[in-house]
């Protein structure tokens, strides 16, 4: 059996500081990253995402970054299938693959190598699904989640309805929760040799930098991007579109909102955002929290990240 090979994830609530630290370390330890978020992979969604730019990289390899269209689907699945596949050209190059971003799932998927068990598509109850959120809302379909599987109604996002139809089509055509399988998966061993990393920082510092973040992303453009995707034909109705700051602002340019009214609803969601990710982060296991209340700068974080992988480079 040949040795578990190295893996390093940083992860943390949006706007923690993760980019910035992730940059240092890979230069430290010949490491490349690859972006464990769900939004930073589509083209053209930039200033809403907090993508890191090309000056900011420092030339350190960047994977899962502008490879997707935002018309495409993309989720935890394809996810894996990408990620396992860049780790692999990553290894071959003699590099360490660092996953860096906030979407927890998509951690676990790798880390864990999860098994999703592969249900067809059940066209007929698809459409009726959908045609059912369409009349009812999407809180409603949601509500049927919950109805026969709170606990992923609880890592759900009502407005991920793609996620949301999964996960009742897994129910309907196994009788079972898909929640219990994940569980499931999550129990195994990890075949990696790794250290998975949570930067985190005072609630109030974070939502603070949060609400400045959502400030900086208007003057930036981000009416101007999404007015911009608008024109490039992508509808609203897209998983894509229904990223944090897009959503909201597609709804001012509807005239359904006052410009004040969807940044505050921004900033909002994504400080409930922020939130739901440490509830998740504070679940998983064989984490190593970094405070920034306790350690400070990112010097000394980075010292501590240093000393904890010293093992697994070896």
Not at 53 to 79: A, G, S, W
Not at 164 to 182: C, D, F, M, W
Not at 234 to 252: A, D, N, T
Not at 254 to 270: H, N, Y
């Amino acid at each position: 059996m040949s040795e578990p090979k190295p893996l390093i994830i940083l992860t943390g609530p949006t706007a923690v500081g993760k980019t910035k630290l992730s940059i240092e370390l890979a230069k430290k330890i010949n490491g490349s990253i690859i972006s464990a978020d769900s939004m930073q992979v589509y083209r053209y969604m930039n200033i809403g995402t907090a993508k890191i730019t090309k000056k900011q990289m420092q030339n350190v390899p960047h994977y899962l970054i502008d490879e997707f269209d935002p018309k495409d689907e993309f989720h935890v699945v394809r996810f894996q299938e990408y990620a396992k596949r860049y780790m692999d050209e990553i290894y071959s190059k003699g590099s360490i693959p660092i996953l860096v971003g906030g979407t927890g799932f998509y951690i676990q998927a790798v880390l864990y190598d999860i098994d999703f068990t592969k249900v067809e598509a059940q066209e007929d109850y698809r459409k009726e699904l959908l045609a059912f959120a369409k009349e009812h809302g999407e809180p409603a379909l949601h509500e049927k989640l919950r109805k026969i599987d709170p606990i992923s109604a609880q890592s759900i996002h009502p407005n991920n309805v793609k996620r949301v139809i999964r996960a009742l089509e897994y129910y309907s055509q196994t009788g079972n929760p898909i929640s219990k399988h994940n569980e499931v998966e999550r129990q195994k061993a990890s075949p990696y040799r790794f250290a998975y990393f949570v930067l985190t920082d005072d609630r109030k510092i974070l939502y603070d930098r949060i609400n400045q973040r959502v400030d900086q992303m208007i003057i930036d453009g981000l009416i101007e991007e999404v007015i911009h995707l608008k024109e490039l034909g992508y509808e609203r109705s897209l998983v894509s579109m229904q990223g944090l700051g897009y959503k909201e602002i597609y709804s001012y340019l509807e005239g359904e909102c006052s410009l004040e009214e969807a940044i505050e609803q921004i900033k909002c969601s994504t400080r409930h955002f922020a939130k739901r990710q440490l509830t998740w982060f504070k679940r998983e296991k064989d984490v190593i929290w970094l405070d920034r209340t306790k350690l400070g700068e990112d010097s000394i974080i980075l010292e501590q990240m240093l000393r904890n992988i010293k093992n697994i480079l070896k």
